[in-house]
């Protein structure tokens, strides 16, 4: 996923604010954050000049429209189905700590992340630590990955 400066290099960077925000930079960053969309750039749709760059970034934003509310999005081309992203989540761990919280498959349905026909499924993300009121900046799922098919966005 490209970060709010690669977004920014592709946008008219014209600060034109018809895009309700203060500057390019400032779309950008509610890009990432799936805040905007992309189409609502309009001179990215209305000039010629800039279809090329239009191509460029729906190419690099489209993985953030596919993110859970948290930002997690699972690559299931590259999930393996190791397993290993659901025994290293903490709220799965509390949830259910005589099942993914000893290294097992989950025994209940308060988990976070669980494989089902060999890739990882997202179930439950309000709980997730990223999301709501008090999120954290967690990361256990995405070190854990052997095939980086996690990110967040």
């Known amino acids: 996923m490209a970060n709010a400066m ?5 946008l008219p960077k ?3 604010k018809k895009c309700g925000k203060s500057s390019c930079m400032a779309f950008a960053a509610a890009l990432l954050s799936r805040e ?5 750039c309009t001179p ?13 970034l729906k190419g690099l934003v489209s993985p953030a429209e596919q993110a859970s509310e948290t930002g997690m999005i699972v690559h299931e081309d590259r999930c393996i189905g190791c397993g290993n992203c659901v025994v290293a989540c903490p709220v799965n761990v509390a ?3 005589k099942g993914a919280g000893s290294g097992n498959a989950p025994t209940n349905e308060r988990v976070i992340l669980k494989v089902e026909d ?9 709980d997730c630590r990223r999301f709501g009121e ?11 990955c052997p095939t980086k098919a996690i990110e967040f966005v």
């Open 6 to 10: 690669e977004i920014y290099q592709l």
């Open 14 to 16: 014209t600060n034109c």
């Open 36 to 40: 905007k969309n992309l189409d609502e």
């Open 44 to 56: 990215m749709l209305e000039e010629e000049k800039y279809s090329e760059n239009y191509t460029k």
């Open 95 to 97: 949830e259910d700590p």
């Open 118 to 126: 060999g890739v990882v499924r997202l179930s439950n993300v309000e």
């Open 134 to 144: 008090n999120k954290r900046l967690c990361s256990g799922c995405i070190v854990t």
